[in-house]
């Protein structure tokens, strides 16, 4: 019961401080960039990354909280959270501008 605790602070929690979306932005990013190295670069855009980020914690947390079978826990809330955080992320490109709005 304390590691799904554990789990579930961590997740709602904690992952907020990995985006860096602190502020909400009233205009969009540039997506592109110009590097150290003089070279053009692209960002990343919030889907992209949300969905690593996301990933990476789900595997991590269903690694954790599975009992007996990490590898299956992992795949498993790496695949449930790689899809919450794409959706997420797709979320914040629309409010930021990014994505274009249908209606």
């Not at 540039?30 to 150290?36: A, H, L, Q």
């Given at each position: 019961?304390?590691?799904?605790?554990?789990?579930?602070?961590?997740?709602?929690?904690?992952?907020?401080?990995?985006?860096?979306?602190?502020?909400?932005?009233t205009?969009?990013q540039?997506?592109?960039?110009?590097?150290?190295d003089?070279?053009?670069?692209?960002?990343?855009?919030?889907?992209?990354k949300?969905?690593?980020?996301?990933?990476?914690?789900?595997?991590?947390?269903?690694?954790?909280?599975?009992?007996?079978?990490?590898?299956?826990?992992?795949?498993?809330?790496?695949?449930?959270?790689?899809?919450?955080?794409?959706?997420?992320?797709?979320?914040?490109?629309?409010?930021?501008?990014?994505?274009?709005?249908?209606?």
């Open positions: 019961m304390k590691k799904l605790i554990l789990a579930l602070t961590f997740g709602l929690f904690g992952f907020g401080m990995f985006t860096g979306d602190y502020a909400p932005t205009k969009a540039t997506t592109y960039y110009r590097g150290k003089g070279k053009i670069h692209k960002r990343w855009s919030k889907r992209r949300n969905a690593v980020i996301g990933g990476v914690g789900g595997a991590v947390v269903g690694a954790a909280v599975s009992h007996g079978h990490p590898v299956k826990g992992a795949v498993i809330g790496g695949a449930v959270g790689t899809g919450a955080g794409y959706l997420f992320g797709r979320h914040k490109d629309k409010k930021s501008g990014l994505l274009p709005r249908k209606y």
